[in-house]
């Protein structure tokens, strides 16, 4: 049985609420491409407004600035955003370290098909070659996105150390048959460092039993049960 006895940071519940009311969570039965049917649903895309990201790049950089500290992520010199969705997030987060807590980081992001004029290449933004980079990205679902990233930077000489997402589904992979290991650890084998994330689904379950949802708790332990990662 999962632990909801945990307590959730600030930066956290503020994320985990600023979701549902801009409808990027939602609590009900959901679909999955995977043919599982989930209690819940995230789709980071809905956070688009300039108060839902200024939530969000302060969620991101609350964290990263507390796991440089404890060494729960190495040091980076560059912060990566997989297009498209993982630009804005790049560039906010790049600024609020900087803002907040005085760290100074170049950010960069990758372009879906190579320019041959202008900034031509596939990388835009500070330079990743003989650079540390850290990922960020909304989840990690099949790992495609960062298996372009990946490519992308090692190609232009960098070294991804850690890749940092909003949310953690933890769950075993396998469609109905939740068998083999979770993606975020075959990315974390592929590129040498730590998967870590903002939210965790044993979070979301801790946030549902903290505002008494027993209904919609009931389900993610259920789910938990047959899909979680132990």
Do not use: H
């Given at each position: 049985m999962v632990d909801t006895n945990i307590e959730l940071e600030s930066y956290q519940q503020k994320l985990i609420e600023i979701s549902l009311a801009s409808g990027a969570l939602k609590f009900g039965e959901f679909e999955l491409k995977s043919g599982r049917i989930s209690p819940y649903f995230f789709l980071a895309t809905e956070l688009n407004t300039g108060k839902t990201l200024n939530i969000l790049a302060t969620a991101y950089a609350t964290y990263i600035s507390s796991a440089l500290t404890t060494g729960a992520i190495p040091p980076f010199d560059v912060i990566f955003g997989p297009a498209y969705?993982?630009?804005?997030?790049a560039a906010s987060v790049a600024l609020l370290l900087h803002r907040d807590y005085g760290i100074n980081v170049g950010w960069a992001y990758d372009r879906k098909e190579a320019k041959s004029h202008g900034e031509g290449g596939i990388l835009v933004g500070a330079s990743v070659r003989d650079n540390?980079?850290?990922?960020?990205?909304?989840?990690?679902?099949?790992?495609?996105?960062?298996?372009?990233?990946?490519?992308?930077?090692?190609?232009?000489?960098?070294?991804?150390?850690?890749?940092?997402?909003?949310?953690?589904?933890?769950?075993?992979?396998?469609?109905?048959?939740?068998?083999?290991?979770?993606?975020?650890?075959?990315?974390?084998?592929?590129?040498?460092?730590?998967?870590?994330?903002?939210?965790?689904?044993?979070?979301?379950?801790?946030?549902?039993?903290?505002?008494?949802?027993?209904?919609?708790?009931?389900?993610?332990?259920?789910?938990?049960?047959?899909?979680?990662?132990?």
């Open positions: 969705k993982g630009i804005p997030l540390r980079v850290l990922v960020l990205d909304d989840v990690i679902t099949a790992g495609t996105a960062i298996g372009i990233a990946l490519g992308n930077i090692e190609n232009a000489g960098g070294k991804i150390v850690g890749v940092i997402i909003c949310l953690d589904r933890e769950e075993i992979g396998g469609g109905e048959n939740a068998v083999g290991t979770r993606t975020v650890d075959q990315v974390a084998s592929k590129i040498g460092g730590p998967v870590k994330a903002l939210l965790r689904m044993r979070d979301l379950m801790t946030w549902l039993s903290f505002e008494g949802r027993e209904e919609d708790l009931e389900k993610m332990k259920l789910y938990w049960e047959r899909y979680g990662a132990r």
